[in-house]
């Protein structure tokens, strides 16, 4: 037996884009204990609805993240129409869901592109990217935007896309579909990522129930859960909608499950593109939640499930308001994804997480 040694691990490190601090406990190159530090960014957040009312909030909202920025503001709207009861127009439901989607799509292919830069596969990555620059062209030709898009308000969505942005975005999808099953191939098949990733942070699906995982996560362990098959809002439309799950519970099993993802949410784009209503895109919200009022949502984000809840107080700023991120959530199953493995794995293993 060799001596333990305490290896600390960010907030500061290449492949750590998270301010996570993780002490690892190392004998012989082997992580025996991964113990994360627990803290939180401050940003405000609750001390800014004092201040900003539930319309203007959604823009802090969307500004927790930038990848998971409109799930964010979709969040964080649904929890306060619920709080006030707004019933919100199909045609914006059906948009919420396309951007959503195209939201994961690029999401996952950021991740895809990170996770093969930590092999050290720098075509694979700049491949990955590339892919992922034609979602932001979407995002930028129908929001404005490329990272914060401020398109989703209470009531609604504030811009509406026509059917000739929607034929473009169809066939800019397809492109990305034909060039991505290359990029997948490479991830799924390749022997040099095989080596890295099969067998390496193993979570059992009990272990994975146990620790409450949820995401990509906790469905690469065969935990079948997504938000999305709830049926809320928009996808309450879907024709047949069932995760992606796998049983292996590893590094390529977490891979896996996020390479299809993309291909299933290039699906239920161009199936909620094909069945959208006409109609409004938005209602006018008048009014304070009532004082007392609660309510709580939950949205699947890329990473997974993530928690919203809202108090109103009589008056138009909302009295708390309080989230709860898919990354705080799998924390738990990352350091028992961590126990036992190499410490030239610890890299791959918190990428495959995707912490945020």
Same mark, same amino acid.
């Given at each position: 037996?060799?001596? /333990?040694? =305490?290896?600390?691990?960010? *907030?500061?490190?290449? &492949?750590?884009?998270?301010?996570?601090?993780?002490?690892?406990?190392?004998?012989?190159? #082997? &992580?025996?204990?991964?113990?994360?530090?627990?803290?939180?960014?401050?940003?405000?957040?609750?001390?800014?609805?004092?201040?900003?009312? @539930? #319309?203007?909030?959604?823009?802090? /909202?969307?500004?927790?993240?930038?990848?998971?920025?409109?799930?964010?503001?979709?969040?964080?709207?649904?929890?306060?129409?619920?709080?006030?009861? =707004?019933?919100?127009?199909?045609?914006?439901?059906? %948009?919420?869901?396309?951007?959503?989607?195209?939201?994961?799509?690029?999401?996952?292919?950021?991740? %895809?592109?990170?996770?093969?830069?930590?092999?050290?596969?720098?075509?694979?990555?700049? #491949?990955?990217?590339?892919?992922?620059?034609?979602?932001?062209?979407?995002?930028?030709?129908?929001?404005?935007?490329?990272?914060?898009?401020?398109?989703?308000?209470?009531?609604?969505? =504030?811009?509406? @896309?026509?059917?000739?942005?929607?034929?473009?975005?169809?066939?800019? %999808?397809?492109?990305?579909?034909?060039?991505?099953?290359?990029?997948?191939? /490479?991830?799924?098949?390749?022997?040099?990522?095989?080596? +890295?990733? &099969?067998?390496?942070?193993? =979570?059992?699906?009990?272990?994975?129930?146990?620790?409450?995982?949820?995401? *990509?996560?906790?469905?690469?362990?065969?935990?079948?859960?997504?938000?999305?098959?709830?049926?809320?809002?928009?996808?309450?439309?879907?024709?047949?909608?069932?995760?992606?799950?796998?049983?292996?519970?590893?590094?390529?099993?977490?891979?896996?499950? +996020?390479?299809?993802?993309?291909?299933?949410?290039?699906?239920?784009?161009?199936?909620?593109?094909?069945?959208?209503?006409?109609?409004? @895109?938005?209602?006018?919200?008048?009014?304070?939640?009532? /004082?007392?009022?609660?309510?709580?949502?939950?949205?699947?984000?890329?990473?997974?499930?993530?928690?919203?809840?809202?108090?109103?107080?009589?008056?138009?700023?909302?009295?708390?308001?309080?989230?709860?991120? *898919? $990354?705080?959530?799998?924390?738990?199953?990352?350091?028992?994804?961590?126990?036992?493995?190499? %410490?030239?794995?610890?890299?791959?293993?918190?990428? $495959? @997480?995707?912490?945020?």
């Amino acid at each position: 037996m060799g001596k /333990a040694t =305490v290896i600390p691990f960010g *907030p500061q490190h290449p &492949v750590l884009p998270e301010p996570l601090h993780l002490d690892l406990v190392v004998e012989d190159e #082997h &992580v025996i204990e991964a113990i994360p530090q627990i803290g939180f960014v401050h940003r405000g957040l609750e001390k800014l609805v004092e201040t900003r009312d @539930i #319309h203007q909030f959604i823009y802090v /909202a969307e500004r927790i993240c930038g990848i998971c920025s409109f799930g964010h503001s979709l969040g964080y709207a649904e929890t306060v129409e619920s709080l006030m009861g =707004v019933e919100v127009p199909r045609r914006a439901q059906y %948009l919420r869901v396309i951007l959503h989607e195209l939201s994961r799509v690029h999401s996952h292919l950021l991740w %895809l592109g990170l996770a093969a830069d930590a092999f050290g596969f720098e075509s694979l990555f700049m #491949h990955c990217w590339r892919l992922r620059e034609r979602v932001l062209d979407i995002f930028e030709k129908t929001t404005g935007g490329r990272v914060i898009f401020s398109v989703v308000k209470v009531g609604g969505v =504030v811009r509406d @896309i026509d059917a000739v942005q929607f034929a473009e975005i169809k066939r800019v %999808l397809e492109g990305i579909k034909d060039d991505y099953r290359q990029i997948m191939n /490479a991830f799924l098949k390749d022997s040099s990522v095989k080596n +890295r990733t &099969v067998g390496v942070g193993y =979570v059992s699906h009990e272990d994975a129930l146990a620790l409450s995982m949820v995401g *990509p996560f906790a469905r690469a362990s065969s935990v079948n859960y997504d938000v999305r098959m709830l049926g809320r809002g928009g996808y309450a439309e879907l024709a047949d909608f069932r995760p992606i799950l796998d049983d292996q519970g590893d590094c390529y099993a977490r891979c896996k499950v +996020r390479a299809l993802e993309v291909l299933q949410s290039i699906d239920i784009i161009e199936e909620m593109i094909s069945k959208i209503p006409e109609g409004d @895109i938005s209602v006018a919200v008048k009014g304070s939640p009532v /004082a007392g009022s609660e309510a709580s949502n939950v949205v699947e984000q890329p990473r997974g499930e993530c928690y919203y809840y809202a108090r109103g107080n009589g008056t138009k700023n909302l009295e708390r308001m309080r989230m709860r991120t *898919p $990354t705080s959530q799998n924390l738990a199953g990352m350091t028992a994804a961590l126990k036992g493995c190499d %410490l030239a794995d610890v890299n791959n293993i918190i990428l $495959t @997480i995707d912490p945020c």
